[in-house]
């Protein structure tokens, strides 16, 4: 078990509250009449899988039932950033790696807890 930091409640809670609701950041075509299918399909279905820092939208389903956005390692389930929707990620590829550690526990609103 973990806990999850809600950026509207500001409150570390149960990951059971929570629901995870895939990639966040997926732009809608701008001009819907004119994308070709591929473009569609691409918005649709297709869904980055990368192995290290993604950005993923989360809902807080048993509590404030607001979507939010979440920095978080695909290897270790560490998660460093929790924001609201419309805002972006202060954590880079490069903020995680090395060197900025001390940067990245600033923003980190959220961690894995062992229960
Ligand atoms: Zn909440």
Redesign the pocket.
Request: charged fraction near 25%; aromatic fraction near 12%; glycine fraction near 12%.
């Given at each position: 078990m973990f806990y999850i930091h809600?950026p509207?409640?500001a409150e570390q809670?149960s990951e059971e509250e929570f629901h995870c609701m895939g990639q966040a950041h997926i732009q809608r075509p701008e001009n819907p009449e004119a994308a070709s299918d591929r473009e569609w399909g691409e918005y649709l279905f297709f869904r980055d899988n990368p192995r290290g820092l993604h950005q993923e939208m989360w809902v807080?389903a048993a509590?404030?039932r607001?979507f939010f956005n979440v920095a978080r390692n695909t290897v270790s389930y560490e998660i460093f950033e929790t924001y609201r929707m419309g805002e972006q990620t202060s954590v880079t590829a490069g903020t995680t790696a090395h060197g900025r550690e001390g940067q990245v526990e600033q923003v980190h609103k959220v961690r894995r807890v062992r229960a």
């Open positions: 809600c509207y409640c809670r807080h509590g404030c607001k």
